[in-house]
């Protein structure tokens, strides 16, 4: 096989819109593996609510967390690469956040911090099965450094808001949107496409023989580096604009796709119009 490496995004990519992978792509992941295939993940969420995925697909390898900021080996506890937020920044970010009517969520070691439960941080721990500690005003709570602020709200006001930012404080900060709704804050540098070199190095592969899969602006610097990079039918079309590869949408098991035709050797410079028929 070409490909030594294959890193798909989970929302909205891996994952259907139930949640879920199908048995069929489970499979594929197996026989990938099993054929001398590294396959993992690369997402904006915390160690507790990608760990369930991970062990059911049974994927061992090491993961991309929180949109980058973190690499980990769950398996053996072993933290490849972590990054923080600057204090300062996260600071004056929560406390500009006040004048909004955001949800926000602080996620610090490995758990999140919140003012106050809505029914827009309820419906986002539901949706990745994690829980949070309500902690009350989150500026006066922090005194370290955390991994990252979400920002779930209008996303008509996030580039004010973000500009605002960087001026108050004088630097360029580093956001992301892993969904048209959430804004999130991550350290100086941290990113997929960062991350995913590093992990490639670490695991000593070409990042040539690595494709990366996704479908939102998130993902963009990850398919951007790797030797491959796919983006599904339902991306973002600024995602597809960069892809090598536009595959079907999570809905309809892309991913699947994606492996049938790295197990087969097929080229990806042409559509299949039923990837069940390979």
């Known amino acids: 096989m070409k490909y030594k490496l294959v890193v798909s995004d989970l929302d909205g990519t891996l994952l259907g819109n139930d949640g879920n992978v199908s048995a069929a792509t489970k499979e594929l992941i197996q026989s990938y593996q099993r054929q001398g295939g590294i396959f993992t993940v690369a997402t904006g969420r915390m160690e507790d609510a990608v760990k369930p995925h991970l ?15 973190k ?24 406390k500009l956040l006040q ?3 955001w949800d926000v969520l602080l996620y610090q070691n490995g758990k999140i911090y919140i003012k106050e439960m809505t029914p827009g941080i309820e419906k986002h721990l539901k949706k990745e099965d994690v829980e949070c500690e309500v902690v009350g005003d989150l500026h006066d709570f922090l005194q370290l450094a955390p991994t990252k602020i979400l920002i779930i709200g209008d996303n008509g006001k996030f580039d004010f808001f973000s500009q605002d930012l960087q001026n108050r404080m004088g630097i360029k900060i580093n ?26 190095d670490a695991l000593k592969i070409s990042i040539e023989d690595v494709i ?3 479908d939102h602006l998130n993902d963009l610097s990850m398919i951007q580096v790797a ?15 960069n892809a090598g590869f536009i595959t079907v949408s999570n809905e309809a098991e892309g991913v699947k796709e994606v492996l049938l035709r790295v ?9 299949i119009p039923d990837a069940d028929a390979i």
């Open 99 to 101: 004048d909004y009517e």
């Open 263 to 271: 197990l087969n050797d097929l080229d990806f410079s042409y559509n």
């Open 175 to 200: 956001f992301t949107q892993s969904e048209e709704t959430y804004l999130e804050i991550l350290p100086e540098g941290a990113s997929k496409g960062a991350a995913l070199k590093t992990l490639a």
């Open 212 to 214: 990366a899969i996704g």
């Open 227 to 241: 030797g491959l990079g796919i983006a599904m039918e339902n991306a973002h079309p600024q995602l597809k604009d």
């Open 55 to 69: 062990n059911l697909l049974n994927v061992a390898g090491p993961a991309i967390l929180y949109n980058g900021a």
């Open 71 to 94: 690499i980990i080996d769950m398996d053996k506890n072993d933290i490849i690469f972590e990054a923080f937020l600057k204090y300062e920044v996260a600071k004056e970010a929560l």
